[in-house]
């Protein structure tokens, strides 16, 4: 069975490689390696959810969901001192490389989940979820991903996603609409989509 980025405990050999990158007027070392997605830098899609991301008005921790090594959810934790920020994937192999990178960065309002999608996400009300997520796992397991992360979002919270448009932006952006009966096409760039989708309690609407 051929080897991905979302396998729980990758075999490949390791060839760990470390850089520094300037992202919202910081500067960030990273160590990504063989196994882990986007292994020489910061891939464009994530660099755009961090630029374009803006906290939810509402309290609560957030969720980097398919962290990888941890670029999101450290350049997050780094901005938001004040906020938990859950930092989960499903690869072994990531999570570890993102545990070593909040202590090299010197973040520490984050903790970690070794999960299969939300499997093993405890916090029931996050402020906000955002996800450069798996899109070679197909469109089913990303979809499914959109869905559950409803159930774990507080009134008000808010999904943020990045996606190509060639990889499916605009379906997603339909999938979105049906999920939570609302979207926004937050910016783009480069063939890039940031999405996002605000949770809507209606259990006390007339």
């Known amino acids: ?30 160590t990504s390696d063989v196994g882990v997605f986007s292994k020489d830098e910061v891939d464009f899609g994530s660099r755009l959810l961090i630029e374009q991301f803006q906290l939810p008005p509402v309290e ?6 398919g962290c990888g090594y941890g670029p999101i959810g450290i350049a997050l934790a780094a901005q938001f001192k004040d906020r938990e920020i859950v930092m ?3 690869n072994e192999r990531a999570l570890q490389l993102a545990k070593e990178n909040a202590k090299l960065n ?12 939300f499997s093993t996400i405890s916090t029931p ?18 979809y ?9 979002l507080c009134n008000q ?19 979105l609409e049906g999920v ?11 063939g890039y989509y940031i999405l996002k989708s605000v949770m809507v309690d209606q259990s006390n609407s007339i």
């Open 180 to 190: 939570f009966g609302n979207v926004e096409l937050v910016g783009r760039s480069k």
């Open 125 to 142: 009300e996050f402020a906000a979820i955002v996800t450069n997520p798996p899109i070679r796992a197909g469109k089913k397991v990303i």
């Open 144 to 152: 499914k991903m959109f869905e559950e992360s409803k159930r774990f």
């Open 106 to 117: 010197d973040v520490t309002n984050v903790s970690f989940a070794n999960s299969d999608g």
């Open 1 to 30: 069975m051929s080897e991905h980025y979302y396998s729980k405990s990758p075999k490949s050999k390791r060839s760990p490689k470390t850089w520094t990158y300037h992202l919202k007027g910081n500067d960030y070392t990273f």
């Open 60 to 65: 609560g921790a957030l969720l980097d969901m």
């Open 157 to 175: 919270g808010e999904l943020w996603i990045v996606i190509q448009k060639k990889q499916g932006a605009p379906s997603a952006k339909e999938k």
């Open 88 to 90: 989960a994937d499903v």
